[in-house]
């Protein structure tokens, strides 16, 4: 699920605490890092403990309306077609969902207010009126009402994003990343795999992992090295007025380029000049891809550099 461009974002916010807090140690920076990247996969499970949790306080609302002293008609015979949904009825007895809640300790107990928020929001869309009229009525009209639930008012929702930003300073540039995940996984649910629906591992595969702790490692164990190549070409530049943030990310850049080499430059130099514009100043892509270019050519001159 952790992709390589949650990792180096995850690489580049570590490499920069690392000099900010100035303790010098490695080991602790990289276990921060892993811990950081286990925080982004728990979010992962948040979403879809999420949607077995919202169910769950809907169906608690009509319990309640029904002991209600003089309950209407309408309370006592409620339309449950939301909280008899197949799809979150299958997820909530996902075997891997429920290992790793019970393992990690995730839960939304705390968290009363919030899920009536995300209930209202739900409950005042259209996709659920739409959801309550649609006569077909199957496992696929449920897992594809949740779908658009979470494509439309979920992801991107503004209240959302702002309370899980709260809820842990780890998921401040997670969201939008994970979100995308949550929603393939719904998508790829079938109600024949019953309990046992895979859902998406913390990596793809080890060299995910593998890169993640060695990208670290070469920023700062070359650190040196590579600031100094930095600094060679930023002659023209007023170094004073050069962002912090845009010598991490030049660094970060430069041990990708260098230590791994079936990964294109010009992958490399996107990811990175992309990062500058969200991470730094509005002008930082152009000054980082400039710098980069030039080290590039230095690189490859000096035949330390032998891809593309």
């Given at each position: 699920?952790?992709?390589?461009?949650?990792i180096?974002i995850?690489?580049?916010q570590i490499v920069y605490?690392?000099?900010?807090?100035g303790?010098g140690d490695?080991?602790?920076?990289?276990?921060?890092?892993l811990?950081?990247?286990?925080?982004?996969?728990?979010?992962?499970?948040?979403?879809?403990?999420?949607i077995?949790?919202v169910t769950n306080?809907?169906r608690?609302i009509l319990d309640?309306?029904?002991?209600?002293?003089?309950?209407?008609?309408?309370?006592?015979?409620?339309?449950?077609?939301?909280?008899?949904n197949?799809?979150?009825a299958?997820l909530?007895?996902?075997?891997?969902?429920?290992?790793y809640?019970?393992?990690?300790?995730l839960?939304?107990?705390?968290?009363?207010?919030?899920?009536?928020?995300?209930?209202?929001?739900?409950l005042n869309?259209?996709i659920?009126?739409?959801?309550?009229k649609?006569e077909e009525?199957s496992?696929?009209?449920?897992?594809e009402?949740?779908r658009?639930?979470?494509?439309?008012?979920?992801c991107?929702?503004?209240?959302?994003?702002?309370y899980?930003?709260?809820?842990?300073i780890?998921?401040?540039d997670?969201?939008?990343?994970v979100e995308?995940?949550?929603?393939?996984?719904i998508?790829k649910?079938?109600?024949?795999?019953?309990?046992r629906?895979?859902?998406?591992?913390?990596?793809?595969?080890?060299?995910d992992k593998?890169f993640?702790?060695?990208?670290?490692r070469?920023?700062?164990?070359?650190?040196?090295?590579?600031?100094?190549?930095?600094?060679?070409?930023?002659k023209?530049?007023?170094t004073e007025r050069?962002?912090?943030?845009?010598l991490?990310i030049?660094?970060v850049?430069?041990?990708?380029?260098?230590?791994?080499?079936?990964i294109?430059?010009?992958v490399t130099?996107?990811?990175y000049?992309d990062?500058?514009?969200?991470?730094s100043?509005?002008k930082?892509g152009?000054?980082?891809?400039g710098?980069?270019?030039?080290?590039?050519?230095e690189?490859?001159?000096?035949?330390?550099?032998?891809?593309?």
């Amino acid at each position: 699920m952790i992709n390589r461009i949650l990792i180096r974002i995850k690489v580049l916010q570590i490499v920069y605490s690392y000099y900010q807090n100035g303790n010098g140690d490695l080991k602790v920076a990289e276990n921060e890092l892993l811990f950081s990247l286990q925080k982004s996969y728990d979010l992962y499970y948040y979403f879809l403990l999420l949607i077995i949790d919202v169910t769950n306080q809907q169906r608690r609302i009509l319990d309640t309306r029904k002991c209600k002293y003089m309950p209407t008609d309408e309370e006592l015979n409620p339309n449950t077609r939301f909280i008899d949904n197949r799809f979150v009825a299958q997820l909530a007895e996902n075997d891997t969902l429920k290992k790793y809640i019970d393992e990690q300790g995730l839960s939304w107990s705390n968290d009363e207010e919030f899920i009536k928020n995300v209930l209202d929001t739900i409950l005042n869309s259209e996709i659920y009126a739409e959801y309550l009229k649609n006569e077909e009525d199957s496992y696929e009209t449920d897992r594809e009402f949740w779908r658009q639930i979470f494509k439309k008012v979920i992801c991107g929702n503004e209240m959302i994003e702002e309370y899980l930003e709260d809820k842990s300073i780890y998921w401040n540039d997670d969201i939008e990343i994970v979100e995308t995940f949550a929603l393939k996984t719904i998508k790829k649910f079938e109600e024949k795999k019953g309990s046992r629906q895979a859902l998406l591992p913390m990596f793809k595969d080890l060299e995910d992992k593998a890169f993640a702790i060695k990208l670290f490692r070469q920023s700062l164990l070359k650190g040196k090295e590579y600031r100094e190549r930095i600094d060679k070409h930023m002659k023209n530049w007023e170094t004073e007025r050069i962002a912090n943030m845009d010598l991490i990310i030049m660094q970060v850049a430069l041990a990708e380029i260098l230590s791994f080499p079936t990964i294109p430059i010009s992958v490399t130099l996107n990811e990175y000049i992309d990062a500058a514009k969200y991470y730094s100043t509005p002008k930082s892509g152009t000054f980082i891809n400039g710098i980069l270019d030039s080290i590039v050519n230095e690189l490859k001159k000096e035949k330390l550099l032998l891809k593309d």
